[in-house]
C-alpha cells in the first residue's frame, strides 16, 4: 500500500509520497512513487503512483522512453496538461492490454492509480486523477486535492485547512501533517517521503526535498501535532448528556 496526495491552490501545487511498498510482513521495500518530468522554462509534469507496483513502474517507464522519442507524442510536446493527462491513460490502457490477462491468469487484479500534475507554458497549473481504466478526472476549486493510495486517515485535515488563501509552505506543512496521521494508523506507509512544491508560473522544479526519519523539520510538526492535539482534547468539555437528573 502507499500514500500520495497532490494538491493545487493559486500559489502553486504540492505533491508528497511515501516509498513504501508492502508485499507481506516480512517483504517490504522501498521505492520512488514521485515522478518528475521537465523542461527547464516549458514545462513541469509530476507523476504520483499507487497500486501493483510493476504496474506503476510500467507506466512511469513508458512515458520516460516515450520522451526519448522527438517524433512521438510525449510528455515533453503535448499542448497541454489534458493531453498529457489522456497520454498517461492511453498509456495505462496500453500496459493493460499486455499485461492484464497473464496477471488475472494468476489471481492478481490491474491494480495502478495516479495523479499526475504541473504546468505547460501558456496554460495555469492543474491536476488531474488517472484512474486504472485510463479515464481521468480534474481538480477544481471546489475539490483542490487528489490522494490515491491509503487515503481515508489524511483527509480530515486537508478537508479542514487545505484552501486557496494558503502559501505553497502552508499546503505542505498540511499534507505532511496528513502523510503523519497515515503513518501513525497504517503499518503500509511509511518513509522516506518525497515532497515537492511547484510555484506557479516557476516552470522548473526548485523546491524538491527526500524526507527520512532523521529529518529535523518532521520530526518536530509530528511531535507537536500529536502533544497539541492532546493539549485541545484535555481541554474539550466531557458530555453533559448524563449531568442532568432524570425523572
Not at 79 to 87: D, H, W
Not at 130 to 142: K, P
Not at 174 to 201: A, F, Q, R
Amino acid at each position: 500500500m502507499t500514500y500520495c496526495v497532490g494538491v493545487r491552490n493559486r500559489a502553486g501545487l504540492v505533491f508528497l509520497a511515501d516509498s513504501r511498498t508492502n508485499a507481506g510482513l516480512d517483504q517490504i521495500s522501498t521505492f520512488r512513487k514521485l515522478h518528475v518530468f521537465e523542461v527547464p522554462g516549458e514545462r513541469v509534469l509530476v507523476l504520483l503512483t499507487a497500486g501493483n507496483l510493476a504496474i506503476s513502474q510500467s507506466v512511469a517507464s513508458s512515458l520516460r522512453v516515450m520522451m526519448h522519442n522527438p517524433d512521438e507524442k510525449n510528455l515533453s510536446n503535448v499542448p497541454n496538461l489534458f493531453s498529457a493527462a489522456k497520454l498517461v491513460g492511453d498509456t495505462v490502457r496500453k500496459v493493460h492490454a499486455r499485461d492484464a490477462e497473464s496477471l488475472q491468469a494468476f489471481g492478481i487484479e490491474f491494480n495502478v492509480n495516479l495523479i499526475l500534475g504541473g504546468q505547460i507554458k501558456g496554460e495555469p497549473p492543474r491536476l488531474f486523477n488517472v484512474y486504472s481504466a485510463g479515464n481521468f478526472i480534474e481538480a477544481t476549486e471546489e475539490t483542490p486535492f487528489f490522494q490515491i493510495g491509503e487515503s481515508k486517515y489524511g483527509k480530515p485535515i486537508l478537508d479542514r485547512i487545505v484552501g486557496d488563501e494558503l502559501t505553497l509552505d502552508e499546503v505542505a506543512k498540511c499534507c505532511l501533517i496528513s502523510m503523519d496521521s497515515t503513518i501513525k494508523s497504517n503499518l503500509s506507509v511509511g518513509l522516506p517521503l518525497d515532497l515537492l512544491c511547484y510555484e506557479t508560473n516557476s516552470l522548473r522544479v526548485s523546491k524538491h526535498q527526500r524526507i527520512d526519519q532523521w529529518d529535523p523539520y518532521f520530526a518536530g510538526i509530528r511531535e507537536r501535532w500529536g502533544r497539541h492535539l492532546r493539549t485541545v482534547f484535555d481541554e474539550l468539555p466531557d458530555p453533559g448528556y448524563w449531568s442532568a437528573q432524570q425523572p
